[in-house]
């Protein structure tokens, strides 16, 4: 059974780090290019960053640009999310998911698999 496993998450002070791991299991993360999205309370989903298959190319929204990295390491068939310099307002539900599209990285319909959601927590 193909799926995203994700890891990482929780509580964190403003101005403090944190790292999401979206692990595949079985198929091969490589294929795909990945992106994350977030989910605060009351809000739309909203994307946040993506990363090509080879990792070669790469882009942040710019809620999140200069303190979140996205990078994967294929050989681990993991992506990962590193979340720097937080502010309460990227509390939220965040998730990582597949995608064969190299365009239109913000579209979520384009995305075919999904992991199960971590949710970060900013305080102020």
């Known amino acids: 059974q193909s799926k995203l496993v994700q890891s990482g998450g929780g509580t964190v002070q403003a101005g403090g780090s944190l790292r999401l791991a979206c692990v595949a299991s079985?198929?091969?993360?490589?294929?795909?290019?990945v992106g994350w999205f977030r989910q605060a309370p009351g809000k739309e989903r909203e994307a946040i960053s993506y990363i090509s298959w080879t990792g070669g190319r790469s882009v942040a929204a710019d809620s999140v640009q200069g303190r979140f990295t996205i990078s994967r390491d294929n050989a681990a068939n993991t992506a990962y999310l590193q979340m720097n310099s937080l502010k309460p307002e990227d509390t939220g539900l965040y998730y990582c998911a597949r995608t064969t599209w190299g365009t239109d990285w913000r579209n979520a319909r384009l995305y075919d698999k999904w992991g199960q959601g971590t949710q970060v927590t900013v305080s102020p």
């Open positions: 079985g198929f091969a993360l490589k294929d795909f290019h």
